[in-house]
């Protein structure tokens, strides 16, 4: 059995966990709370995150019941994120490589969130939709890479909830305030409904969900907002099921822990006949157990770096990074597939 510690701090969450081959030992967690009314700030995120990591660490190998001595491998979420963020990770992680002299593991923090849903929903050959603060993506996997096949053009869905929240003055995440405010509501607001091609569009929606404030109940006004943004997400989802002829969805990220997402994305797999597996809310958002999960089995495929070679990358396209270790039969064969 391998043992992986893995370790988050991408934005607002710095979480250790310790994962191996069969179950998640730990996944303990601190999240940085900017003041209501405010969005995450770089750099005192960071500093939540320095001052958290020690005690982070040590609570998830207690929990796990292991020493840094029975560790295998350590693997870090390398990017895309907030810089100082980032750097705060990466930092904590060269240094225990190099002190315990383990191998070090850069993670792409979007592979991360497919590669723990997958442990989790049990998907074998999922279309993924990845929702959160930083992504917004449809993806497919062919040759060696998760495909992007449909994007957001400015801001993500979790940008869009949270900016809009922020103006109802609550502090940042805001997505499960709203989806309770929305909950208390069935009058639909028309509001723009951006698809381009197989991609998104929020700015608009964003700016004209804020002037709707003026004159509606601020339920109204959430219920709409939810409608419009999902169902823009459901519309590019399902011509990419339907393209794809994939036979599972999976929905992970923050955003997948939105329950009318889930009702709309059922019912597009009801009409596709596909199988729908949604992450489970504890492991929706930002998690260490993400990171451990995904640097488990690519230590396995051969991928480490030297600690004085750790890197960080704000901006690491998830189409840019090898996954060596999901490259079966049944990925080929759909790839040929769509070529024909
Ligand atoms: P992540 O970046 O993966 O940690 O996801 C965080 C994002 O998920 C934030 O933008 C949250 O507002 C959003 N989120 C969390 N819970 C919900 C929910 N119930 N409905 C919609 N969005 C949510
Ligand atoms: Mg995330």
């Not at 497919?114 to 049990?122: F, K, N």
């Not at 997402?261 to 009801?270: G, S």
């Not at 929706?284 to 990358?313: H, M, N, W």
Request: glycine share 10%; hydrophobic share 40%; charged share 20%.
């Amino acid at each position: 059995m391998t043992t992986c510690l893995g370790i988050e701090s991408t934005a607002h969450t710095f979480s250790c966990s310790i994962v191996d081959e069969e179950s998640i030992l730990s996944d303990v967690r601190s999240v940085y709370k900017p003041p209501e009314g405010s969005g995450i700030h770089p750099r005192e995120a960071s500093r939540h995150h320095a001052d958290e990591s020690a005690a982070v660490l040590r609570d998830a190998l207690a929990t796990a019941g292991v020493r840094m001595s029975d560790v295998d491998v350590i693997a870090y979420s390398a990017g895309p994120g907030l810089g100082p963020c980032l750097r705060v990770g990466a930092v904590v992680a060269r240094c225990l490589s190099s002190y315990h002299a383990k191998p070090l593991v850069p993670v792409n923090h979007a592979v991360g969130h497919i590669e723990l849903g997958i442990r989790l929903t049990g998907a074998r050959d999922p279309l993924v939709l990845l929702v959160s603060g930083g992504h917004c993506m449809i993806l497919l996997f062919s040759g060696r890479r998760w495909r992007v096949i449909g994007e957001t053009l400015d801001i993500t869905p979790g940008q869009l909830l949270d900016q809009f929240g922020r103006e109802l003055g609550f502090a940042s995440p805001c997505g499960a305030k709203i989806e309770e405010l929305a909950s208390r509501s069935s009058r639909y607001i028309r509001l723009p409904y951006t698809v381009k091609g197989n991609d998104v569009s929020y700015s608009g929606l964003l700016t004209a969900a804020k002037k709707a404030l003026e004159g509606n109940r601020v339920e109204d006004v959430c219920y709409s907002l939810q409608e419009t943004a999902f169902a823009m997400l459901t519309e590019a989802t399902e011509r990419a099921l339907a393209f794809s002829r994939k036979e599972e969805l999976m929905v992970v990220g923050g955003v997948a822990a939105n329950r009318r997402l889930a009702d709309m994305l059922a019912t597009i797999c009801n009409r596709q006949g596909a199988r729908l597996h949604v992450v489970p809310i504890k492991y929706a958002g930002d998690c260490g157990a993400q990171i451990a999960c995904t640097g488990l089995p690519a230590y396995k495929a051969g991928i480490s770096v030297e600690p004085s070679r750790a890197f960080v990358r704000q901006s690491w396209r998830i189409d840019s990074t090898d996954v060596p270790w999901r490259g079966d039969g049944t990925y080929k064969e759909r790839a040929a597939d769509l070529i024909d």
